[in-house]
């Protein structure tokens, strides 16, 4: 199933201000213990993360996997996103925020056993369709470290595949 998500405001459950998609969407990346298994299948199952973070504590755990403390870190986590503007956001990050539910996230990565439920996007997306490598590391790489993946980085971009 493919839904179309957009940046329209809908007043979430208990009188709180309204919310965009994008701010949903940041809402679940945020929640502490959430993790990209439990975001699919909060999409899955409710369509977008703005019905998500919409839906009643209730209904969120009769989720298999969503226990009281992901229902409470998903609401802490809508508080601290309320005030945040997503173009300026999407401005810092030189991108924006595609859920797996938007027809434009990477099919081939929609595909394998454990997908991201959210990227940041920046360029352009029919690049997706191109041959693909991705270089996984370290989140604090060495000096030497960075050094080897930028060499091995540029020589396989020179080779014609894009290295994500």
Do not use: C
């Amino acid at each position: 199933m493919v839904a179309r998500t957009t940046d329209r405001r809908i007043s979430i459950q208990s009188g709180e201000a309204d919310l965009t998609e994008f701010q949903a969407s940041l809402a679940l990346l945020r929640a502490k213990g959430l993790g990209p298994v439990r975001q699919r299948g909060l999409l899955k199952r409710y369509g977008s993360a703005l019905a998500a973070v919409q839906a009643s504590d209730a209904s969120l755990r009769s989720l298999s996997g969503i226990t009281q403390v992901h229902v409470t870190a998903i609401r802490r986590a809508v508080n601290a996103v309320k005030s945040l503007d997503s173009a300026s956001i999407s401005r810092a990050r030189s991108g924006r925020l595609i859920s797996i539910l938007d027809s434009e996230y990477p099919s081939a990565l929609a595909n394998i056993y454990t997908p991201p439920a959210f990227l940041w996007v920046r360029g352009s997306q029919p690049v997706f369709r191109e041959p693909m490598i991705a270089i996984v590391g370290t989140r604090r790489p060495s000096e030497a470290g960075k050094s080897v993946t930028y060499s091995i980085a540029y020589e396989i971009a020179s080779a014609g595949l894009m290295v994500v």
